[in-house]
Structure formats: C-alpha cells, structure tokens
C-alpha cells in the first residue's frame, strides 16, 4: 500500500508488540516496573543493550505508543512525551545548555517561558539575549560560538507576533545554532515545522491534541536535522553517538530519567484518543475564529482585533505563507481599559473565564492580570503585555452563539 494520509496514520498506527487480546484501543499499562525472565535478560534492558521497559518514570507501553503515532505522522526522528508544556520546554532547553552559554530569543514569550529563561536558567550560568526575531538580521548579531539555541514560538502568546521561520533557520544554519520553536499554536497536521526549517519542536499536548482539557502533557520532536558537532553542549556526545542522534540520545538517556518528567500512561491514553479528532477539531476552531474576528472588526467598542488571519494584520502576507488561511484559534481583543475588559469578562455566558488553550469549549482570560499577573510593570511593558487586552480561545461552539456572547458581554 502506498503511503497514507495523515489522518489514516493516526488511526492504523501499528503497536510494537500483538496485544494478547487483539484490542483496537492501546491498553492503558497502570504499571511502575516489569518482571524478566533472567537476570541477563534484565541486564540488557536496563543497559539498554536491548529495547524493552523497564520502569515507568523511563518508558511505558501506553506513552511509547502514543509517541509512536506522533512519530509516524510527523515524520520526525524521534518523539519524547512528556508530563506538561513546559516540562517540554525545560527539558530541551536544560539538554542543550549550560553554565557560560546563551540562548537568543524573543521578550515576547508566553509567561511561565519567560520565567523559566530569567529566573531558572540564568540562575545556572546561561544568558538569555532578547532580540526582535521579525528581524533576522538582529537575530544574527546576538549569536556568537557559546550561543547553544534559538528559541521562539511561532505565533506569540498573546501579542500574536509572527517571524519569518525560514529566514531564521537560514541565519541558525550560518551560525551553527539550532533552531527551536513552541508550535503549540498551530497543529502538526496542518503545518509543518520541519519544511520550514525548525530543527526541534516543543508541542503543549495539553491543547489541541488533548481536545477536551483532559489531561497535561508535552511533546518533543526532533526532526534529525541539526549537526549537534556544531554544538558547545553536545559536540562531544555526537562524536560517540552521531552528529544527527546526540540530542535524542542524552534527553532520553540523561535529562529526561534524571528529571523525572515523563507522561503517565493515563494521559496518553487521553491523548491518543484525541490524536484521532485532532485534524477535525482544528479545522472548525480556526475556521470558527477567522469568522468571529472578521465580525468583531465592525463593533466599534473593540478598540482592536489581532488574529493574523485578518488582511489588516502586520503579518498577515507572512502567517499565510507559513500557516495558512487560518492560522490557529486563539486571538486577541483591545477594551478601552482594564475596567472595560473586566466588566466584559464579568457578563459572558457562553465562554468560560479560564485558562488553556484550544479547548473543546470557549475560553477567555485577561493576560495582564493573570498569566502575566506577578510580573512587574515594567517586565509587562517590555513584553508588550496591555492592561486593555483580552485573550480568547475558540471552540466547537457555533460562530453564531460565540459572537452572541461578545456582543451581549459588550453592551
């Protein structure tokens, strides 16, 4: 048979081994550890001589097959699941860097990301550069030979800003830096990380994927295009391993067993279970939300809409190259104040007055006052974070009963 589509690989996705019962849906393995039958055979695990489980906290059945359907749809060469977001994040960041080098990025970062770079990795050594990533060019000027990574995600959250990804991968190729991207915002399925030079994907499963806010969890992709030679962390674990597997093998081997952050094999039950609508969900969230936004334009008690879906958007010529037509289903709406954007908060109906993203229901929040609540003014202003902001995420509720709800809630 030929190659299948996406959708169809998702769902006849092989298991490793014949499950005794010949079951359709993935057994959720509830287990710490597994028995062998010799102590050889137990040796050659543990000193991964051979691929079987060994305990829970390193690999399970039920994560490895969800794993599993990731990679064979991505394409990528190797997918780590994890137990959030940000654990996603810190993983791959803690894999590449150290004490006396640097990672560029942009201030425009999702809050607990931000905090992570300024408080947790500069506390052990690593200097975090701020650059505006629209602009390649300054991205270049901040790389040096200790620079270990560029970081960025590829729709802000929530200032909605969008850099060109292929001029970036361009400038990291140049400066044998490896580029990598938080693609939470818009789904494997529909867009290609890889194609657009991205060397290592960091995904919150929690969204999209997970549909119905069933669980928490993060996905690693590294897609086996970077020369980890090139790298001041890992040059001397490619010389043993190979130039293209370094990173793989020391996340796996090392920072994921010595931080303990691997998925439970619950939430990845969920989450397989939600790999199998995710193309379908997706498509009538952002088809939902470019409707809505296009309707929002015409109240004149919204200040301003910014969904790049939008042909007034600053980057809507670029997100349509990179994105599509509807590049995701979260954007964001200016009141005339914070009091405004709290009395319209206080009168929805229909959306939920909550975090998350990507939710089967929804959602609404008030950035400045929550994710970026216990920053410092001055920290918000940097990050371009406005009292008179409002973000929502949009689901699988009618275009009609959503823009309802804003409407009423404006009044």
Known sequence: MEKKSYESQILHTAYTKEDAYHSLSMP????????????????????????EHTYSRISNPTVHYFEKRVQEVTGALSVTALNSGMAAISNTLLNVAGAGLNIVTSPHLFGNTYSFMVNTLRGFGVEIRFADLTKP??????????????????????????????????????????????????PFTAFSAKAHGVDIEVISSTKYISGGATGIGGLILDHGTFDWSRSPRLAEKAAVTGNQTAFTVRLKAEILRNL???????????????LETLDLRYRRQAATTLEVTQHLQELPQIVRVNY?????????????????????????????????????????????????????KSLALHPASTI????????????????????????????????????????
């Open 137 to 186: 060019e300054e991205a270049a000027r901040m790389m040096d030979d200790k620079t270990c990574a560029l970081f960025l995600e590829i729709i802000t959250n929530p200032q909605m800003e969008v850099a060109d990804l292929k001029a970036l991968s361009a400038v990291c190729r140049e400066a044998g830096v490896p580029l990598i991207a938080d693609t939470t915002i818009i």
């Open 260 to 274: 303990g952050t691997y998925m439970t094999p619950q939430v990845a039950y969920m989450e397989t279970l939600g």
């Open 372 to 411: 970026f609540g216990t920053f410092t003014p001055e920290q918000r202003q940097s990050m371009d974070i406005s009292q008179h902001t409002i973000r929502f995420s949009i689901g699988l509720e009618s275009a009609e009963d959503i823009l309802a709800d804003i409407t009423q809630a404006l009044q």
């Open 28 to 51: 959720v393995y509830n287990t710490a550890a597994y028995e062998f039958a010799t102590a050889a055979d137990m040796e050659a695990a543990f000193c991964g001589r051979v691929a």
């Open 308 to 360: 790049t879906g939008l042909k007034n958007n600053p980057y809507y010529a670029l997100s349509c190259a990179q994105f599509g037509a509807t590049p995701g289903a979260m954007f964001t709406m200016d009141l005339s104040s914070r009091e405004a954007c709290f009395n319209f908060l206080d009168r929805l109906r229909l959306i939920r007055r909550a975090t998350n993203l990507f939710d089967n």
